[in-house]
């Protein structure tokens, strides 16, 4: 069997569970962007509890395009935009029974908001900024940290996402 298919076939059974309770107010999330989420690069969970400080992927990769609309998936209060590494980022902070412990990343993303803006949930928070690098292709790095811990954000919006077909 092709080692490909093999590794596609591990990736698919590892995939995280997603749970329909998405927050403590047992909200679902609306997805960061419109139509099917195909996740190019998933959150690396295992290695991440492994070492906190180490190499993993601390988010997910969603397969997108240049110029598409960025949402916010729930409400929330803009807590940093700016540029790191030249690419364009923005961070909500997110209320709740968590306090304002709960904050979602999205790069690239380039965005009109400022720092103290709110959005409300279905939102447009910006556009994909450049192509990123998932065989060509542009994506929205989407990230969750919840208490200094990352997390997978997949799991907000209780429905099951598609992987792309790298045959």
């Known amino acids: 069997m092709d080692p490909l298919k093999i590794c596609l076939t591990l990736l698919i059974a590892l995939l995280p ?4 309770d998405a927050s403590s107010s047992n909200e679902r999330w609306v997805s960061p962007l419109a139509g099917k989420l195909i996740v190019g690069r998933t959150f690396d969970g295992a290695a991440y509890r492994a070492n906190h400080y180490g190499r993993a992927h601390r988010g997910v990769d969603l397969l ?3 110029g598409a609309q960025v949402f916010a998936p729930t409400d929330g209060v803009v807590a940093y935009v700016g540029v790191i590494n030249s690419i364009p980022i923005i961070v909500l902070a997110h209320a709740g029974n968590h306090g304002n412990k709960l ?3 999205y ?5 009109l908001l400022m720092v103290g803006d709110l959005v409300r949930k279905a939102d447009p928070i910006g556009n ?3 192509q990123s690098h998932f065989f060509g292709k542009a994506v929205l790095h989407w990230g969750e940290r919840l208490n200094g811990e990352y997390k997978n954000p997949l799991r907000r919006l209780g429905a099951p996402v598609i992987l792309p077909r790298l045959s």
């Open 17 to 20: 569970t997603f749970s329909a």
């Open 64 to 66: 997108s395009e240049v």
């Open 103 to 105: 904050r979602t990343t």
């Open 107 to 111: 790069l690239p993303v380039e965005t």
């Open 128 to 130: 994909i900024a450049s």
